[in-house]
Nanobody, 117 residues
Framework: VQLVESGGGLVQPGGSLRLSCSAS????????MNWYRQGPGKERELVAT????????RYADSVKGRFTISRDNTKNTVYLQMNSLKVEDTAVYYC???????????WGQGTRVTVSS
């Protein structure tokens, strides 16, 4: 079972990045998928959530209107489109798969996003 994030990097304020989270060893179609982040000196926070069917999404207030979570169950992959990036978005971003019914919870290793001029 593995979640692998990619797409992080260095970007200037106002720029965009698209993070991907590819799953292997299990199918994400029965999992709610989440993106978390942990900034320097900060606690890990939930950024965005998408339900297993993709019909429901939720966002942290700090990213509403700028970030978009999506999923492609046929590719076993979840995405996080990040636009209008701010310095305060700098963090390690983690992908999480959660199935509360079966008490399953998987984490990726994280991908670093640095927003700086």
């Amino acid at each position: 079972v593995q979640l692998v994030e990619s797409g992080g990097g260095l970007v200037q304020p106002g720029g965009s990045l698209r993070l991907s989270c590819s799953a292997s060893g299990f199918t994400i179609s029965v999992y709610d998928m989440n993106w978390y982040r942990q900034g320097p000196g900060k606690e890990r926070e939930l950024v965005a959530t998408i339900s297993s069917g993709g019909g429901n999404t939720r966002y942290a207030d700090s990213v509403k209107g700028r970030f978009t979570i999506s999923r492609d169950n046929t590719k076993n992959t979840v995405y996080l489109q990040m636009n209008s990036l701010k310095v305060e978005d700098t963090a390690v971003y983690y992908c999480n798969a959660e199935n509360r019914l079966f008490s399953r919870n998987f984490w990726g290793q994280g991908t670093r996003v640095t927003v700086s001029s």
